[in-house]
């Protein structure tokens, strides 16, 4: 059994800052990339920022310059700092990883529970 469990959403001011985690546990062999997805009401999931295991970023355009993903790879965790936040961000933040179970298996894409952001005066 393999589990993402995200932490830290919750309400927050336009202009202020959040952090979101996951923590990937259970049976784990390797974990290749780790990502943030977002979905607002009414519209599709959408990618955020991506990050490998050797540390290479990818961003949306939309977040480009506000939020930073990092990822802690003794601990299976990856992380989102979301400054200068603003009301369209406000979404359901999912996160999502390739993990791999054992040696002899392959790479299987995970996805947490999703964790509630929103920015609002």
């Known amino acids: 059994q393999v589990q993402l469990v995200e932490s830290g959403g919750g309400l927050v001011q336009p202009g202020g800052s959040l952090r979101v985690s996951c923590a990937a546990s259970?049976?784990?062999?390797?974990?290749?990339?780790m990502a943030w997805y977002r979905q607002a009401p009414g519209k599709q999931r959408e990618l955020v920022a991506s990050i490998t295991s050797g540390g290479r970023r990818n961003y949306a355009d939309f977040v480009k310059g506000r939020f930073t993903i990092s990822r802690d790879n003794a601990k299976n965790t990856v992380y989102l700092q979301m400054n200068s936040l603003k009301p369209q961000d406000t979404a359901v933040y999912y996160c999502?990883?390739?993990?791999?179970?054992?040696?002899?298996?392959?790479?299987?894409?995970?996805w947490g529970q999703g964790t509630q952001v929103t920015v609002s005066s």
């Open positions: 259970g049976s784990i062999f390797s974990i290749n990339v």
């Open positions: 999502n990883a390739e993990i791999q179970r054992g040696s002899a298996t392959r790479m299987t894409m995970y």
